[in-house]
């Protein structure tokens, strides 16, 4: 289950661990609180019809009875929950099913939404069995509300196309950015960069988001038409990434960047920002890390790698960014479903 689905990163590493464990034999019913059209369509891409609640309330960071009611008859009957997003966990935690494993997955930061409500959260903690923490602050926020660190573990997500042959046609050098034209992705940050440049290439923005006519009127601000163009989501950015000079995340808030390791593991350069899990991500040099909210800085890190006065390392990267292949992933979440159905949930029983 997950609080909202929509386009994003999250939904989608769900959807492809589902589909992967589908075709070893594990069936998965799919609930969610919110859900957008192209969400809908996005699931049925992978194979999924998605029973919505609709609410006014944005789930992903609400605690909402009336979530967890509309949940409660809809959790019986299965193996295992796994619930996505605070709205979600916190929804199945409240009314859980005894004898039913409860696993959580986070994949943002909690202090993205303002406020938390710590309070409130700390009251479920316990009825966790196991905590997918998909950044070090979601890690700390679940240890702050009282989940035990022995059922905490690092959160990870599928990446797809790390072999993507180029998309023909493409400009080179270009700058890349994929990921949704939303706030925390921050794409308003690499225009402001881009018209820094003193001789940008063409910037491609892949995506789709509540910043989409934003952005747009920005770049004609700014007189980077002839620069910066939108391609829309696409379902294979494997392709476009592929044979690019550098992959631009300028991300104000990112625990787990789906893009990022999908360009290292296409050997491409990365320049990310120091937020979250940014840090651990391109460690060792696998990528550029400069400041959030700095479009000079980062400027001048992707003047420095179109230059190659930068280069990370990204033998190391692509290596690096191999452990999160499909396959991989969904064994991980196998074995951890497997272990905890035949252990039972004592919390939730208690």
């Known amino acids: 289950m997950v609080a909202k689905l929509e386009l994003g990163g999250a939904q989608l590493s769900l959807l492809r661990i589902a589909r992967a464990l589908a075709a070893r034999g594990h069936q998965t019913r799919l609930l969610a609180g919110n859900a957008t059209p192209e ?13 919505v609640m609709g609410s006014d309330n944005d789930l992903q960071w609400a605690c909402d009875p009336a979530f967890a009611q509309w949940l409660a008859p809809r959790l019986r009957g299965g193996d295992l929950i796994h ?42 903690a316990e009825r966790i069995d196991r905590f997918y923490a998909h950044g070090p602050d979601a890690r700390a926020g679940a240890l702050r509300i009282g989940v035990s660190g022995d059922r905490i573990r690092r959160g990870i ?14 400009p080179l050098p270009r700058i890349m950015f994929t990921g949704r034209l939303s706030p925390d992705k921050a794409p308003d940050v690499l225009i402001d960069a881009v018209a820094m440049m003193a001789s940008p290439p063409p910037v491609l923005i892949l995506g789709t988001g ?26 294979d950015p494997g392709a476009w990434v592929v044979g690019a000079s550098v992959q631009a995340c300028p991300s104000r808030d990112e625990a787990f960047s789906q893009t990022a390791v999908l360009a290292m593991g296409l050997g491409v350069p990365v320049v990310g920002t120091n937020v979250d899990g940014f840090p651990e991500t391109l460690a060792d040099g696998r990528g550029v890390i400069v400041a959030a909210e700095d479009p000079q800085a980062l ?10 006065r930068s280069r990370p390392d990204t033998a190391a990267a692509r290596t690096w960014a191999r452990q999160f292949e499909t396959e991989r992933v ?4 196998e074995q951890a479903y497997t272990e905890l159905i035949a252990s039972g949930s004592p919390e939730l029983a208690a």
């Open 299 to 308: 400027a001048i890190a992707l003047e420095r790698i179109l230059s190659r």
């Open 210 to 235: 509540v910043m989409r006519e934003q952005l747009r009127e920005q770049v004609a601000r700014l007189r980077l038409q002839h620069l910066v163009t939108f391609p829309g989501w696409v379902d």
């Open 157 to 170: 997500s599928p990446v797809v196309g790390m072999d993507a042959a180029p998309r023909p046609g493409l």
């Open 83 to 124: 619930a996505h997003m605070l709205g979600a966990w916190w929804a199945a935690a409240t009314v859980g099913v005894p004898d039913v494993p409860l696993v959580a997955s986070e994949h943002n930061s909690y202090g993205w939404n303002q406020q938390p409500p710590w309070a409130t959260m700390a009251g479920v």
């Open 39 to 51: 969400g809908v369509a996005l699931a049925r891409a992978y194979g999924f019809e998605v029973e």
């Open 330 to 333: 969904a064994s991980v979440y």
